[in-house]
Every structure is written in structure tokens, then in C-alpha cells.
């Protein structure tokens, strides 16, 4: 018998919601695309909606919904009721997540509910956790989560949980969850691995998931075909870091139907094969991390898999395919100075990536790259809540090498409304020769999360006192 209710908890980090925030004219536009394309496509119908569901908490629901009653909050797109009646709140937070954690830790332990942290910020930092939290779990929940419930049932929570071990996929289960119900986009998401094999020196995977490793193919095709899933999201964050075990699993999806996304790396940027079997298999977009255009700055972040010389030929061989384009890039390398942003907003449109991302290189706690900042004195804010490389709220937490920190800030913001601005869609998406409909959903969305950006405050800041864009200067005329 379940006698036990455990509250699963995802903090939201700014003040309305992560991603998309639709108005009634974009539901309208939104939905027209959807409509276009794939009656089954439903569009979000919440009145805020995030793209992703919370990957963490359904794991863990998986893990633990037959011993417990179990309730999901995603604080992206629910309202925590602080006086429901719970014997665990169970809380997951990345770095930037984790001061609304610790606010929310507080809220239930002042009504004497106890909490625990556990994640990616919690494997980095477990001793600054237990300040805040009466358990810190540590590492994949697999190698403790049945002792943590042994001792909820007994009443003797420890206050850590570590699990050392790189567990087998086969102990990790499938997440089950419902994907209906409008507030993510309705991907039916799978992990065909979990961690990475390469070692870019401002990416904490190693440190949180282990060693890479594959389920097999014929869980993950059993798995879809029981879900009856069209559309899946591979969250994996290198699917194709073995390409061997790739080609498999793409020979695996071929059957089936789909459509999928996920995330490459570019050591699969000469085998055709297997870029041939990507497309063969459904896949419509992928999510790569480009980083840079600066071969120098690519060998300090030890990205070796990154050829600068090769990134045009990758994104002309997925093209070819039909496959889109995201394109991530950072800015803030010790090469970049104020040129990188137009060097690199041009060599955008001209590549015609579909769905470019811009980041602020951000040193997260416990990767290579915090260690050496933090040896050269270069990290000048250590308010987690600032270390957000997505929404450029803040000023970078160090200092660049080549520029100041402003100029860094708004180059980043400055990138961002060029490759959005409506000329420089079109521009892209002609140079990239795909004209999918949920590539042209996803840049409408896309321009549309960036002239919102103002409302999206941080949550963690009182916002009557702080609105960072109010003293943002940026030229218009600059845009190319
Ligand atoms: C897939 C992914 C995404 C997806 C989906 C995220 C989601 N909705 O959950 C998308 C693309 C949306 C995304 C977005 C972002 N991501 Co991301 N993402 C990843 C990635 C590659 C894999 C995550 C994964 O597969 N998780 C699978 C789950 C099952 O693993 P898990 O979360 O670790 O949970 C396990 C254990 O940790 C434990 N656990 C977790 N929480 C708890 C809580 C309790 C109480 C317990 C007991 C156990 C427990 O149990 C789980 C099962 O074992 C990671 C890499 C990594 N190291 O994790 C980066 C990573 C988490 N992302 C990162 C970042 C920075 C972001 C973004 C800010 C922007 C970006 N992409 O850079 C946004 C913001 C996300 C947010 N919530 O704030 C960083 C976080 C760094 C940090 N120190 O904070 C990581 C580590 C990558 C990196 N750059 O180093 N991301
Ligand atoms: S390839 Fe991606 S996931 Fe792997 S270590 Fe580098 S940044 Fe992290």
C-alpha cells in the first residue's frame, strides 16, 4: 500500500514562464502552421507553455511511482500550492535554478515538511545544498532512490544520498508521462543514452551523468511503438557520440514512421552513411553545438570533435538531406573581442542556419573551465542565479578577455535581434533551402521569445527594482 506522497518539484527561473509565452494572434499563426502541417501537431494550449517537460522529475517518477504517490510540479508552467499535504518534497535544480529552490526548500520547511535537493547543482555543490535542504542526493537517483524511500517509510532520511556508480541504461526507465494537456510541445521524449564521451571543458555532463552509454535499440523501437509516438525528442546530449551504435539505431527507427530531433556532435561530419540514415530514419532537425568560428577557441575548450574548417560542408550535407538546423553558439571565449558578434551573425545568414541559439560562455560549478577562471581570478559574481548563459539578464559572471563585460552582454542581445529580424529569416531560411513548416513555427516562436524578453525577469530578483533591459542601448541601425 502507497502512504506516502511525495511532491516532485522543477523551479521556474524568470517571472512568467521559460520559453513561449503565446498571445491570441500567435495561437492563431501558430496554429495555422500546425494545421499545415501535421494534423496531430497540436500546438500548446496553455496559456504559457514551455517547450520541454522536465526530463529530471519524470525520471524520477518512473522510479518511484510504485512505492509512492507521486505529484509533478513544474513551477515553468504550475503554481506550487505551499500548504498541500506532502511527507517529501523532492526538488531538482540546475546552477541557475537553484536559489528558487532554496526558496522553495524554505516555504515547506518552515510547515516542517522535509526536502531534498538532488540533480546537477547538488552533484556539483553538495555541501553548499545542505545548508538549504534536509537531504542532498548526489549523482543518478538509480543507485540510491530505493534507500532514500526505505528511510522516508522508516522516518530516518539521511541527510546525503551518493550514488558513484555510472548506471546501466537498463536500469534507467523510460519516462511516463502524459504529453498531452497543451503545456509542452508534444514530443514524446526518449534517452537512447545518457552522458558523453567527449570532454569540452564549460560542460558539466561528466560530472552529473558518468560515462556515456546506449540502451538498446529494441527497448527504445519496443518503447515508441507501444507509445504509439509520431513525433519524438531524443534529449540525448550527443546522439550520435557512438556513431557505430547510431547507425543502429537509426536502422531500428526506419520502420517506424516518425519524426524526431535530437542533438549531434560534429564527429560525424564526413560519414555520409550515417547522415543518409539519420534522414532515412525521420529526422527533421538537429541541434548542434557549433560553440565558435575560432579554431584557437575551440582547442582551449577542448572541443577536438569541432573542425571550423568543416562547418560549412556539415550544414550544406544536412541540407541536402532536409535536415534543419539549430546552431548553438557561444560568445565569450578568450579569442572573442567586439568583432565575433557580426563575424558570426554573418556567417549565420549566409550558412543559412534555420534555428541559430546564442549563449554566454558561463564557467558552471565543478567543469574545467570554472576551475581555471577561478585559478586565473577572473570569476566576478558568484550568484548562481546570474549564471544563466540563455537570457542575458545579467552581465557575464567573468571577466572576457578581449572585451568588457557590457560589451559582451550586448553583443549577445545584439546578435540575437539581428539573426531574428524579420529580413534575416527570410535570408536564412532561402540560404538554407528547407522550407519546412516547423522550422518557420519555431523562428516565428523563436522572434517572438526575443521581443518578449523583457518580460521575462528573473523570479529570483524583486522586479519592481531590477528591469536589466531598461538601460539597454542597442543601435538598430547595426543590425545587418
Ligand atoms: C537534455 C538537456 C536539456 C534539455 C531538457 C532539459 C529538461 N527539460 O530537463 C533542454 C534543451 C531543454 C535544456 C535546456 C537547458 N539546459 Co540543459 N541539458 C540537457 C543535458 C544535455 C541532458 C540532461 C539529461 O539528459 N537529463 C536526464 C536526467 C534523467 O538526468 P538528471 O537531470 O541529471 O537527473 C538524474 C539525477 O541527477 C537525479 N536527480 C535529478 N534531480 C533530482 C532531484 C532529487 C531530489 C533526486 C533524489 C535526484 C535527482 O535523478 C535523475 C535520474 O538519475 C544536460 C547535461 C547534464 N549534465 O545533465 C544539460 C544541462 C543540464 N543543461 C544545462 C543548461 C545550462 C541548460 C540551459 C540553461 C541552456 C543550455 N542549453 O545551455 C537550459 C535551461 C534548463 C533549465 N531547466 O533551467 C547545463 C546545466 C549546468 C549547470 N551546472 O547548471 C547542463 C549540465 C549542460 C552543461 N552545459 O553543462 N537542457
Ligand atoms: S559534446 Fe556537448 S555534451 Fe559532450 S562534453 Fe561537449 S558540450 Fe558537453
Given amino acids: 500500500m502507497k502512504n506516502k506522497h511525495v511532491l516532485l518539484i522543477n523551479p521556474k527561473t524568470v517571472n512568467k514562464y521559460y520559453h513561449v509565452s503565446l498571445s491570441p494572434i500567435d495561437r492563431i499563426i501558430t496554429g495555422f502552421f500546425s494545421w499545415t502541417y501535421d494534423k496531430n501537431f497540436d500546438i500548446p494550449t496553455h496559456s504559457h507553455c514551455t517547450t520541454m517537460p522536465p526530463i ?47 526558496q522553495i526548500s524554505e516555504q515547506f520547511l518552515k510547515r516542517g515538511v522535509p526536502t531534498a535537493i538532488g540533480g546537477v547543482h547538488a552533484t556539483a555543490l553538495p555541501d553548499e545544498c545542505q545548508n538549504y535542504f534536509n537531504t542532498v542526493c548526489v549523482g543518478e537517483a538509480e543507485g540510491y532512490i530505493d534507500n532514500v524511500l526505505d528511510d522516508l517509510n522508516k522516518g530516518t532520511l539521511q541527510f546525503r544520498y551518493v550514488n558513484k556508480r555510472t548506471i546501466s541504461m537498463e536500469e534507467a526507465p523510460f519516462y511516463q508521462y502524459d504529453i498531452s494537456g497543451g503545456k509542452y510541445l508534444p514530443f514524446h521524449v526518449i534517452n537512447f543514452s545518457r552522458s558523453c564521451p567527449f570532454k569540452c571543458d564549460f560542460c558539466s555532463i561528466q560530472s552529473t551523468l558518468g560515462s556515456y552509454r546506449t540502451r538498446s535499440v529494441e527497448s527504445v523501437v519496443e518503447e515508441i511503438t507501444k507509445a504509439g509516438a509520431k513525433n519524438v525528442w531524443f534529449p540525448d546530449a550527443t546522439l550520435t557520440a557512438n556513431p557505430k551504435r547510431a547507425m543502429e539505431l537509426f536502422e531500428g527507427l526506419k520502420p517506424l514512421g516518425i519524426k524526431w530531433l535530437s542533438q549531434i556532435t560534429m564527429n560525424v561530419a564526413n560519414n555520409d552513411r550515417l547522415l543518409d540514415a539519420m534522414a532515412e530514419s525521420g529526422c527533421w532537425l538537429v541541434s548542434i553545438g557549433f560553440e565558435t568560428l575560432n579554431a584557437r577557441n575551440i582547442k582551449t575548450a577542448s572541443k577536438m570533435q569541432n573542425k571550423v574548417d568543416e562547418y560549412s560542408k556539415i550544414i550544406e550535407k544536412l541540407h541536402k538531406r532536409r535536415i534543419a538546423i539549430e546552431g548553438n553558439f557561444v560568445f565569450g571565449f578568450d579569442e572573442d573581442d567586439s568583432s565575433v558578434f557580426d563575424t558570426t551573425v554573418k556567417f549565420i545568414i549566409k550558412s543559412g542556419i534555420d534555428l541559430p541559439e546564442f549563449y554566454v560562455l558561463t564557467p558552471y560549478p565543478d567543469t574545467v573551465l570554472y576551475k581555471n577562471m577561478k585559478k586565473e581570478g577572473r570569476i566576478v559574481d558568484e550568484d548562481w542565479s ?15 578577455k578581449n ?62 527594482d531590477v528591469n536589466p533591459y531598461l538601460d539597454l542601448n542597442i543601435d538598430d541601425s547595426l543590425l545587418v
Fill in 403 to 464: 572585451m568588457s563585460r557590457e560589451e559582451l552582454r550586448e553583443g549577445c542581445l545584439y546578435a540575437d535581434k539581428a539573426v531574428y529580424k524579420f529580413t534575416n529569416v527570410i535570408r536564412r531560411l532561402k540560404n538554407a533551402g528547407i522550407w519546412r513548416t516547423p522550422v518557420l513555427l519555431a523562428n516565428y516562436i523563436y522572434a517572438s521569445r526575443i521581443k518578449s524578453r523583457h518580460n521575462l525577469l528573473p523570479v529570483t530578483e524583486s522586479i519592481s
Fill in 386 to 400: 546570474h549564471y544563466d548563459n540563455t537570457h542575458f539578464h545579467y552581465l557575464p559572471v567573468f571577466q572576457p
Fill in 56 to 102: 529530471s522529475l519524470y525520471a524520477l517518477e518512473a522510479l518511484i511511482k510504485d512505492r509512492v504517490n507521486v505529484t509533478v510540479i513544474d513551477e515553468q508552467v504550475d503554481e506550487i500550492d505551499f500548504n498541500i499535504n506532502a511527507d517529501l518534497v523532492c526538488i531538482t535544480s540546475t546552477t541557475t535554478q537553484i536559489k528558487r529552490a532554496y
